[in-house]
């Protein structure tokens, strides 16, 4: 499976930003899919992260309320909605793919190459 990330950019903090994951391959359907961010000097954190059906869906603390994750099996691809962003919100974010169980604790199989994302204050 390969990911390709995207939607990443240069924001004020307040604004919105959809980032999207696209992967290759059939099986989409089949993994649970996630996005983790890495800000500078920072240890990866985990963001988000939703089931194969789409039926479960979990939040990192810092951004409850905040984002939306879904996704489109019939496009192989995941969105992650990003509203009210703060400055503390810049990091590196990366979409992944495994069970979902796993990508819950970070044991990812498959990583995308990763989007930027910058929100100015």
């Known amino acids: 499976v390969q990911l390709q990330a995207s939607g990443g950019g240069l924001v004020q903090a307040g604004d919105s930003l959809t980032l999207s994951c696209v992967a290759s391959?059939?099986?989409?359907?089949?993994?649970?899919m996630g996005w983790f961010r890495q800000a500078p000097g920072k240890e990866r954190e985990f963001v988000s992260a939703?089931?194969?059906?789409?039926?479960?869906?979990y939040y990192g603390d810092s951004v409850k309320g905040r984002f939306i994750i879904s996704r489109d099996n019939a496009k192989n691809t995941v969105y992650l909605q990003m509203n009210s962003l703060k400055p503390e919100d810049t990091a590196i974010y990366y979409c992944?793919?495994?069970?979902?169980?796993?990508?819950?604790?970070?044991?990812?199989?498959?990583w995308g190459q990763g989007t930027q994302v910058t929100v100015s204050s």
């Open positions: 992944a793919a495994g069970s979902t169980m796993a990508v819950l604790r970070g044991r990812v199989l498959y």
């Open positions: 391959g059939r099986t989409f359907a089949s993994y649970g």
């Open positions: 939703i089931s194969g059906s789409g039926g479960n869906i």
